[in-house]
């Protein structure tokens, strides 16, 4: 019998992407501009929690948003009406933003006078996970309503994220969800990651994650 060439596709793909990554991550280091890679499940509060960070912080620096869906502009719409800088990208099936993708996207929203980008990546908890999109740092929204496993279900996007914001904290009572358990999950994964309690809706502890983003902001411009 014939042998045949086994090739891993998926690994050189990855290793494609994490060197286009290390390359967008260096020419926004040159720029000064702060690249932030947001990721959850559809439904946890994505769009509200980036129309809550640029009203929180559009006075002070010039914010950029990509919108990141397989199809629709219903959420670019939603930030074009705050005056923000924003684009619609359509990823035609693809869950995921790659590094490549994410150039394109900056490219076309124009960032020479951006300090601060959002990408609003597609709604999952695992494809995102898998791909470096050349962001200066990673974030997550796990929302109450979607439960305490899910750090049990999908333990790589805990692990990979510098920042967990646990949204919609104002629906606690209502809602089987054990913030202590989740919290000890997620650090058993992630030592170093932050975790800020928020509600996009009532506007508790978005005061905390503008601080965390005003610091890391000008850490990565220093």
Known sequence: MREFKVIEIKESVFEDNNRQADLLREELKKNKTFLLNLMSSPGSGKTSTVLRTIEALGKEMKIGVLEADIDS????????????????????????????????????????????????????????????????????????PEGDDKPLKYPLMFSKVDVLLINKIDTLDYFDFNLEAVKERVKKLNPDITIIHISAKTGEGIDEWADWLRNEIKKWKE
């Open 73 to 144: 502009d219903v959420d670019a719409r939603a930030v074009f009406d705050t005056g923000t800088k924003v684009i619609q990208l359509h990823t035609g099936g693809m869950c995921h933003l790659d590094a490549e993708m994410t150039r394109q996207g900056l490219e076309g929203l124009g960032i020479e006078d951006i300090d601060f980008v959002i990408l609003e990546n597609v709604g999952n908890l695992v494809c995102p996970a898998e791909f470096d999109t050349g962001a200066s740092k990673n974030a997550m929204i796990l929302s109450v």
